[in-house]
Antibody, heavy 121, light 109 residues
Framework: QVQLVQSGGGMVQPGRSLRLSCAAS????????MHWVRQAPGKGLEWLAS????????YYTESVRGRFTVSRDNSKNTLYLEMNSLRAADTAVYFC??????????????WGQGALVTVSS | SYVLTQPPSVSVAPGQTATLTCGGP??????VHWYQQKPGQAPVVVVY???DRPPGIPERFSGANSGNTATLTINTVEAGDEADYHC????????????FGGGTKLTVL
Protein backbone atom coordinates (compact mmCIF):
# COMPACT_ATOMS: atom_id res chain seq x y z
CA GLN A 1 0.00 0.00 0.00
CA VAL A 2 1.05 3.59 -0.53
CA GLN A 3 3.00 5.08 2.35
CA LEU A 4 4.53 8.51 2.79
CA VAL A 5 6.69 8.71 5.90
CA GLN A 6 7.91 12.14 6.87
CA SER A 7 10.87 13.16 9.00
CA GLY A 8 12.87 16.25 9.84
CA GLY A 9 10.49 18.50 11.71
CA GLY A 10 11.37 20.32 14.89
CA MET A 11 12.00 23.66 16.50
CA VAL A 12 14.35 26.13 14.87
CA GLN A 13 15.31 29.74 15.47
CA PRO A 14 14.23 32.49 13.07
CA GLY A 15 16.62 32.85 10.16
CA ARG A 16 17.88 29.29 10.41
CA SER A 17 17.33 26.35 8.06
CA LEU A 18 15.63 22.98 8.22
CA ARG A 19 15.15 20.10 5.78
CA LEU A 20 12.09 17.89 5.65
CA SER A 21 12.07 14.44 4.05
CA CYS A 22 9.24 12.30 2.75
CA ALA A 23 10.04 8.65 2.05
CA ALA A 24 7.62 7.03 -0.37
CA SER A 25 6.75 3.40 -0.90
CA UNK A 26 4.03 1.30 -2.47
CA UNK A 27 3.86 3.12 -5.80
CA UNK A 28 6.08 4.11 -8.69
CA UNK A 29 7.52 7.24 -7.10
CA UNK A 30 9.62 8.25 -10.09
CA UNK A 31 6.56 8.61 -12.33
CA UNK A 32 4.60 11.05 -10.14
CA UNK A 33 4.94 14.71 -9.37
CA MET A 34 5.00 15.38 -5.63
CA HIS A 35 3.67 18.23 -3.53
CA TRP A 36 4.12 19.96 -0.20
CA VAL A 37 1.18 21.44 1.73
CA ARG A 38 1.32 23.12 5.11
CA GLN A 39 -1.14 24.07 7.83
CA ALA A 40 -0.43 26.77 10.37
CA PRO A 41 -1.89 26.22 13.84
CA GLY A 42 -5.66 26.62 13.72
CA LYS A 43 -5.59 27.61 10.06
CA GLY A 44 -6.49 26.10 6.71
CA LEU A 45 -4.34 24.19 4.29
CA GLU A 46 -1.83 26.05 2.11
CA TRP A 47 -0.33 24.53 -1.02
CA LEU A 48 3.40 25.25 -0.96
CA ALA A 49 5.31 23.63 -3.76
CA SER A 50 5.46 20.89 -6.32
CA UNK A 51 8.12 19.07 -8.31
CA UNK A 52 7.73 17.16 -11.54
CA UNK A 53 8.32 13.43 -11.73
CA UNK A 54 11.91 13.90 -12.90
CA UNK A 55 12.72 16.97 -10.82
CA UNK A 56 12.97 19.14 -13.89
CA UNK A 57 10.17 21.53 -12.97
CA UNK A 58 9.33 23.11 -9.66
CA TYR A 59 6.60 25.50 -8.58
CA TYR A 60 6.24 27.50 -5.37
CA THR A 61 3.69 29.67 -3.69
CA GLU A 62 4.78 33.27 -3.43
CA SER A 63 5.37 33.30 0.33
CA VAL A 64 8.16 30.70 0.13
CA ARG A 65 9.63 31.30 -3.30
CA GLY A 66 13.35 32.03 -3.00
CA ARG A 67 13.53 30.62 0.54
CA PHE A 68 12.28 27.05 0.13
CA THR A 69 13.55 24.46 -2.35
CA VAL A 70 11.77 21.24 -3.25
CA SER A 71 13.86 18.38 -4.59
CA ARG A 72 13.70 14.63 -4.99
CA ASP A 73 15.95 11.60 -5.22
CA ASN A 74 14.19 9.00 -7.31
CA SER A 75 16.88 6.43 -6.53
CA LYS A 76 15.86 6.71 -2.88
CA ASN A 77 12.11 7.28 -3.45
CA THR A 78 12.41 10.39 -1.30
CA LEU A 79 11.09 13.93 -1.54
CA TYR A 80 12.74 16.86 0.24
CA LEU A 81 11.87 20.39 1.28
CA GLU A 82 14.83 22.60 2.15
CA MET A 83 13.63 25.59 4.15
CA ASN A 84 15.93 28.58 4.58
CA SER A 85 15.55 31.97 6.27
CA LEU A 86 12.73 30.60 8.37
CA ARG A 87 10.23 32.99 9.92
CA ALA A 88 7.72 32.70 12.73
CA ALA A 89 5.01 32.70 10.07
CA ASP A 90 6.44 29.43 8.71
CA THR A 91 5.39 27.64 11.89
CA ALA A 92 3.06 24.89 10.67
CA VAL A 93 2.53 21.21 10.11
CA TYR A 94 4.04 20.30 6.76
CA PHE A 95 2.56 17.49 4.67
CA CYS A 96 3.88 15.78 1.57
CA UNK A 97 1.21 14.51 -0.79
CA UNK A 98 0.82 12.50 -3.96
CA UNK A 99 -1.41 13.88 -6.67
CA UNK A 100 -4.02 12.35 -8.87
CA UNK A 101 -3.63 14.10 -12.19
CA UNK A 102 -6.76 14.66 -14.24
CA UNK A 103 -7.11 16.52 -17.53
CA UNK A 104 -6.93 20.03 -16.08
CA UNK A 105 -6.66 19.51 -12.38
CA UNK A 106 -4.87 17.75 -9.57
CA UNK A 107 -6.12 16.53 -6.23
CA UNK A 108 -4.25 14.75 -3.47
CA UNK A 109 -5.06 11.18 -2.56
CA UNK A 110 -2.20 10.15 -0.27
CA TRP A 111 -0.63 12.29 2.43
CA GLY A 112 2.27 11.95 4.80
CA GLN A 113 1.60 11.99 8.51
CA GLY A 114 2.76 15.58 8.80
CA ALA A 115 5.83 17.17 10.37
CA LEU A 116 5.58 20.03 12.83
CA VAL A 117 7.99 22.89 12.24
CA THR A 118 8.15 25.52 14.96
CA VAL A 119 10.11 28.69 14.30
CA SER A 120 10.80 30.46 17.55
CA SER A 121 13.63 32.12 19.40
CA SER B 1 -4.03 34.73 -7.52
CA TYR B 2 -7.22 32.72 -7.24
CA VAL B 3 -8.98 32.85 -3.87
CA LEU B 4 -11.47 30.36 -2.44
CA THR B 5 -13.82 31.49 0.33
CA GLN B 6 -15.38 29.13 2.87
CA PRO B 7 -17.47 30.02 5.93
CA PRO B 8 -15.47 29.38 9.10
CA SER B 9 -18.13 27.23 10.71
CA VAL B 10 -21.34 25.32 10.08
CA SER B 11 -23.44 23.58 12.72
CA VAL B 12 -26.02 20.87 12.14
CA ALA B 13 -27.99 18.41 14.24
CA PRO B 14 -27.50 14.67 13.78
CA GLY B 15 -29.65 13.27 11.00
CA GLN B 16 -29.97 16.61 9.27
CA THR B 17 -28.28 17.82 6.10
CA ALA B 18 -25.11 19.91 6.13
CA THR B 19 -24.38 22.22 3.22
CA LEU B 20 -20.86 23.57 2.97
CA THR B 21 -19.96 26.19 0.40
CA CYS B 22 -16.79 27.21 -1.39
CA GLY B 23 -16.87 30.44 -3.35
CA GLY B 24 -14.61 31.74 -6.08
CA PRO B 25 -14.83 33.75 -9.28
CA UNK B 26 -16.38 31.51 -11.93
CA UNK B 27 -15.50 28.45 -9.86
CA UNK B 28 -17.98 26.50 -11.97
CA UNK B 29 -15.35 26.45 -14.71
CA UNK B 30 -12.91 24.63 -12.47
CA UNK B 31 -12.86 21.20 -10.88
CA VAL B 32 -13.36 21.39 -7.12
CA HIS B 33 -12.12 18.82 -4.63
CA TRP B 34 -13.18 18.45 -1.00
CA TYR B 35 -11.19 17.09 1.92
CA GLN B 36 -12.25 16.04 5.39
CA GLN B 37 -9.69 16.57 8.14
CA LYS B 38 -10.09 15.38 11.72
CA PRO B 39 -7.90 16.74 14.53
CA GLY B 40 -4.32 15.56 14.36
CA GLN B 41 -4.85 13.74 11.06
CA ALA B 42 -3.98 14.31 7.45
CA PRO B 43 -6.78 15.36 5.10
CA VAL B 44 -8.82 12.73 3.28
CA VAL B 45 -10.49 13.45 -0.05
CA VAL B 46 -14.24 12.90 0.14
CA VAL B 47 -15.28 14.38 -3.21
CA TYR B 48 -13.14 15.04 -6.26
CA UNK B 49 -13.84 16.67 -9.61
CA UNK B 50 -16.92 18.46 -8.27
CA UNK B 51 -19.07 15.41 -7.58
CA ASP B 52 -17.16 12.11 -7.72
CA ARG B 53 -16.57 10.04 -4.60
CA PRO B 54 -13.46 7.94 -3.97
CA PRO B 55 -13.99 4.31 -2.98
CA GLY B 56 -15.06 3.97 0.60
CA ILE B 57 -16.66 7.38 0.91
CA PRO B 58 -20.35 7.09 1.85
CA GLU B 59 -23.02 8.14 -0.61
CA ARG B 60 -24.13 10.65 2.01
CA PHE B 61 -21.34 12.90 0.70
CA SER B 62 -22.11 14.67 -2.57
CA GLY B 63 -20.83 17.69 -4.43
CA ALA B 64 -21.99 20.23 -6.96
CA ASN B 65 -20.38 23.19 -8.68
CA SER B 66 -21.88 26.01 -10.68
CA GLY B 67 -21.39 29.70 -11.21
CA ASN B 68 -19.40 31.19 -8.34
CA THR B 69 -20.13 28.54 -5.71
CA ALA B 70 -19.26 24.90 -5.16
CA THR B 71 -21.16 22.91 -2.57
CA LEU B 72 -20.45 19.86 -0.46
CA THR B 73 -23.61 18.28 0.90
CA ILE B 74 -23.59 15.75 3.69
CA ASN B 75 -26.91 13.98 4.14
CA THR B 76 -28.04 12.36 7.38
CA VAL B 77 -25.13 13.83 9.29
CA GLU B 78 -23.50 11.64 11.90
CA ALA B 79 -21.38 12.56 14.90
CA GLY B 80 -18.35 11.11 13.08
CA ASP B 81 -18.71 13.69 10.33
CA GLU B 82 -17.57 16.43 12.69
CA ALA B 83 -14.36 17.70 11.15
CA ASP B 84 -12.79 20.49 9.12
CA TYR B 85 -13.65 20.48 5.44
CA HIS B 86 -11.39 22.10 2.86
CA CYS B 87 -12.10 22.83 -0.79
CA UNK B 88 -9.31 22.88 -3.36
CA UNK B 89 -8.85 23.77 -7.02
CA UNK B 90 -5.95 23.70 -9.44
CA UNK B 91 -5.49 27.07 -11.12
CA UNK B 92 -3.71 26.27 -14.37
CA UNK B 93 -3.33 29.98 -15.19
CA UNK B 94 -1.06 30.52 -12.19
CA UNK B 95 2.58 29.65 -11.51
CA UNK B 96 1.47 28.57 -8.04
CA UNK B 97 -1.56 26.56 -9.09
CA UNK B 98 -2.57 24.77 -5.91
CA UNK B 99 -5.31 26.66 -4.09
CA PHE B 100 -7.16 25.71 -0.89
CA GLY B 101 -10.03 27.47 0.80
CA GLY B 102 -9.71 28.52 4.41
CA GLY B 103 -11.67 25.51 5.62
CA THR B 104 -15.02 25.09 7.39
CA LYS B 105 -15.40 23.55 10.82
CA LEU B 106 -18.48 21.31 10.80
CA THR B 107 -19.96 20.90 14.26
CA VAL B 108 -22.53 18.18 14.89
CA LEU B 109 -24.76 19.45 17.67
Amino acid sequence: QVQLVQSGGGMVQPGRSLRLSCAASGFSFSTYSMHWVRQAPGKGLEWLASISYDGGKTYYTESVRGRFTVSRDNSKNTLYLEMNSLRAADTAVYFCATPVEMATTYYFDYWGQGALVTVSS
Amino acid sequence: SYVLTQPPSVSVAPGQTATLTCGGPNIGSKNVHWYQQKPGQAPVVVVYADSDRPPGIPERFSGANSGNTATLTINTVEAGDEADYHCQVWDTSSDHPGVFGGGTKLTVL
